[in-house]
C-alpha cells in the first residue's frame, strides 16, 4: 500500500494545496521529506494525512468504525469548511484458478468538516474507503495469517519516552493490536516493553536461553561440538518477531546488540553496548529515540505480518515529523538509507530540519515549503551539508558577523591591500578557533601577496 497523493483545502494555512508523494517517475525511491522554518506548514500536512488515514484503519477494525475528524480549529480563518482527499494505491493477490496473480486498484476517499452552523457543501466522500477496508477484513476472515499494512504516525512529541516497565503479567497480543494508538501516541514504551516480554518469555520456554548457551561456552569454551549444537538449537528457537525488532535496531544503531529483558531481581530492559550492558534507561535521549522508533516500528510489522518469514519485508505507511529529533549527525546522514534498507516495502514520509538527512540517499523525493506555498526541490544526493544549507534552507552556513568579515577580508586581498587585510587577519585570528580553515586560506592569500610585493 502507498499514497499516491492527498490534497487539502482549507486546512491550516493551506487554500488549496496538493502533495504527490515518491516513488514518482522522477524519484525511485519510497521517501518523501519536507523541509522549511517552523511555522511553515510542515507538521499540519503530516497530521493531516494521519487524520486520514485513522479512518482507514478504523474500517478495518471494524465495519462502522469512525476515524478522527477534521479539528475545528484546523478549519482556514474565514472559510466555513475543510476537507482532506487522498488517493491510495493498493496491490491485491487475487487467485485465479490455480494461479496468483497481483492486481493493484486505487482508491480515493475525501473527508470534510463544516464549522458549526454552516452547511457542509462538499461532504465526506468513503465508498473506495469501505471497499478498501471491506477487503481487507475479508481476507482476515478467509486467513487469518493474512497481512496486514502497517500504518504509524510519529508526531514530535514521541521524544517524551516513558520509559515505564510496570508491565501486566499473561497480555494477549492480537494481529490488530498493530494499529493500537498507531496514528496518536507516536511511542508507547510501556506497550513496546509488554509485548516484548510476553514474546520472548514464549522464546525461552520453546528452546535453551542465551543464558544457558554463555554457561556452556564458559565452561567448555566456543570451539566444542556442544557448544555449536547448542548455538544452532537456540538460533532455530528464536522468536522471528523478537528477532526481527533486534536486527532492526541493530541495523539503526551500530555497536548495540542483544536487546532483552532481565527479570531478576526487577524487571528490567537491558541491551549491549560495545560489549557494555545497560539498561535502557540509561541511554542517551538520542539513543532511546532511535530504539524506541525502529523498534516500535518493527514491532508493529510483525504484529500485522504474522505469517511472513521476515515481518520487515511487511508493506505499509510511516509518517514521521521531526525524524532527525535528538539524533547525533552521523546517524542523521545514514538515517534514509537505513530506513530503506531495514524497511524496504514501506512509504516514508518525513519532516526534518537536519541538511545531513535529505542529501545522502537517492531518489528522495523533497519538498520546500515557504509562507503556504511547496516547491519540489532538484536532486539533492551528494551536495555537502553547506551547499543544502544554503541552496535548500536558506540558513548561513556559519555566524552571518564572521562571515561578513571573512568576505571583507577576502574583498581586501583581491583588492591588493595588504596592510588592511593583515590588519583585519590578526583581529579575526584573536576572536575564531586556532585552525579555523578560512583564515588558514587568508593565510595562504597574504603570503602569495606578500611574494608578489617582495618580487616587484
Request: hydrophobic residues 40%; charged residues 25%.
Amino acid at each position: 500500500m502507498e499514497i499516491k497523493k492527498f490534497r487539502l483545502r482549507n486546512v491550516g494555512r493551506f487554500d488549496d494545496l496538493e502533495v504527490i508523494l515518491a516513488p514518482t517517475e522522477r524519484h525511485s525511491s519510497n521517501v518523501t521529506v519536507l523541509v522549511g522554518n517552523n511555522g511553515a506548514g510542515k507538521t499540519t500536512l503530516l497530521r493531516s494525512v494521519a487524520i486520514s488515514l485513522s479512518w482507514l484503519v478504523a474500517r478495518i477494525r471494524s465495519e462502522k468504525g469512525s476515524g478522527t475528524p477534521i479539528d475545528y480549529d484546523s478549519v482556514q480563518n474565514g472559510a466555513g469548511a475543510a476537507s482532506i482527499s487522498i488517493s491510495v494505491e493498493d496491490t491485491v493477490e487475487m487467485l485465479d484458478g490455480s494461479t496468483l496473480t497481483a492486481q493493484s486498484s486505487l482508491y480515493e476517499w475525501r473527508l470534510s468538516r463544516a464549522l458549526k452552523g454552516r452547511i457542509l457543501r462538499v461532504p465526506s466522500l468513503l465508498i473506495d474507503l469501505g471497499r478498501l477496508a471491506d477487503d481487507y477484513r475479508q481476507r482476515l476472515t478467509e486467513y487469518n495469517q493474512s497481512s496486514l499494512p502497517l500504518i504509524a504516525y510519529y508526531p514530535v512529541e514521541r521524544s517524551v519516552l516513558d520509559i515505564s516497565l510496570k508491565a501486566k503479567p499473561g497480555g494477549n497480543f492480537e494481529q490488530l493490536d498493530g494499529y493500537d494508538n498507531s496514528l496518536s501516541r507516536g511511542v508507547d514504551f510501556r506497550r513496546f516493553f509488554e509485548w516484548f516480554r510476553e514474546r520472548e518469555d514464549m522464546e525461552n520456554e520453546e528452546g535453551p536461553s542465551p543464558a544457558f548457551l554463555k554457561k556452556i561456552q564458559a565452561i567448555f569454551g566456543s570451539d566444542t561440538e556442544l557448544w555449536q549444537v547448542a548455538s544452532k538449537a537456540i538460533d532455530s528457537s528464536r522468536d522471528p518477531h523478537l528477532k526481527a525488532v533486534r536486527s532492526a535496531v541493530e541495523a539503526f544503531m551500530p555497536g548495540f546488540r542483544n536487546l532483552r529483558v532481565q527479570r531478576k531481581p526487577r524487571l528490567i530492559m537491558m541491551i549491549d553496548k560495545d560489549d557494555v550492558t545497560l539498561n535502557v534507561a540509561q541511554l542517551s535521549q538520542g539513543e532511546k529515540s532511535m530504539m524506541a522508533l525502529v523498534g516500535d516500528i518493527a514491532r508493529r510489522l510483525a504484529m500485522l505480518n504474522p505469517a511472513l518469514e521476515n515481518p520487515l519485508l511487511g508493506d505499509g505507511i510511516v509518517l514521521i515529523d521531526e525524524v532527525d529529533l535528538h539524533l547525533h549527525p552521523k546517524w542523521q546522514r545514514t538515517l534514509i538509507r537505513q530506513l530503506t534498507t531495514t524497511f524496504p516495502h514501506c512509504q516514508f514520509f518525513l519532516t526534518t530540519h537536519s541538511p545531513l538527512v535529505i542529501s545522502d540517499a537517492k531518489g528522495v523525493l523533497c519538498y520546500v515549503m515557504d509562507d503556504g506555498d511547496l516547491r519540489e526541490q532538484s536532486e539533492l544526493y551528494g551536495l555537502d551539508a553547506n551547499q543544502v544549507l544554503l541552496g535548500v534552507m536558506d540558513t548561513d552556513v556559519r555566524n552571518s558577523d564572521v562571515q561578513q568579515h571573512l568576505d571583507d577580508l577576502l574583498d581586501l586581498l583581491h583588492g591588493g591591500k595588504l596592510e588592511d587585510a593583515r590588519t583585519l587577519y590578526q583581529r579575526l585570528s584573536a576572536e575564531l578557533p586556532e585552525g579555523h580553515i578560512e583564515l588558514a586560506k587568508a593565510a595562504l592569500l597574504i603570503r602569495k601577496l606578500e611574494v608578489r610585493r617582495a618580487k616587484d
